[in-house]
């Protein structure tokens, strides 16, 4: 999905990148209030990430990183504003991104990280365990799909899925294997050729690639038909701007 509103985000950058220099007081009061409303550009300029599915009771826009860390990180820079802190203050902004949640999930979610950031990144992992919601896009900085992802590894190889394999070790752990399979090397292969040589066999597999599907090929599908969708009507619109000329 990741719908962004760009002159929304530009508008906050001229703020803080031209009047910040000048008048940063005045720069920071502004964008104080700008925090507190919804509707403010401020809050606006970051993408719209994720929407909860098939869900009609009360919902809430939720920031992640949340708005008050950002704040920070713009105070932050006007303290000091270096070439290398205006870099990472702009990475922050163009990856900011709000999700529309149910109530209760984002109760969840404020209860420990209203304010802050956990050190793993995964800000709505107990939001997930304790619901069952389903969301259009794939909400980032909250469920990680490696632990599940490593399990199936561990699964299929019987190495434990904390172990840390360094290059070297894992080019001995591979050497002579697959060295009469007679098809294309894996990254040659098409994407679900990759997930397939994970798979289990029986009803484990089949869990498996129901996981795959979900939080992989269907988000891919999406995102490819999106950009067709874009490309083909950024082509009928050019071309409509040819004829008016």
Request: aromatic share 10%; hydrophobic share 35%.
């Amino acid at each position: 999905m990741l719908q962004q509103n760009n002159s929304a985000l530009q508008n906050v950058k001229d703020i803080i990148f031209g009047l910040g220099v000048e008048n940063p007081g005045l720069t920071l009061t502004t964008l104080k209030l700008m925090q507190k409303d919804n509707r403010s550009e401020f809050r606006q300029a970051a993408k719209l990430n994720a929407i909860v599915k098939n869900y009609k009771g009360k919902l809430q826009y939720e920031h992640n990183p949340p708005t008050n860390i950002v704040y920070a990180e713009i105070v932050k820079y006007l303290e000091n504003p270096t070439s290398e802190g205006k870099d990472a203050l702009i990475n922050l902004l163009n990856n900011w991104e709000a999700n529309i949640v149910p109530q209760d999930f984002a109760d969840i979610v404020d209860q420990k990280y209203q304010d802050k950031m956990p050190e793993d990144g995964l800000r709505y992992k107990e939001a997930f365990e304790q619901t069952n919601y389903k969301f259009d896009g794939t909400v980032k900085f909250s469920k990680s799909l490696s632990s599940e992802f490593n399990g199936f590894i561990e699964e299929k190889t019987g190495i434990d899925k904390r172990t840390k394999i360094s290059e070297k070790r894992a080019a001995m752990i591979g050497e002579g294997k697959g060295r009469f399979k007679f098809f294309l090397p894996p990254n040659a292969e098409d994407f679900m050729g990759l997930l397939y040589t994970t798979l289990l066999p029986g009803k484990r597999g089949e869990e498996q690639i129901a996981f795959y599907k979900e939080q992989l090929v269907d988000p891919f599908a999406r995102g490819i038909r999106n950009y067709q969708s874009a490309k083909e009507q950024t082509i009928r619109e050019l071309k409509a701007l040819k004829k008016s000329y």
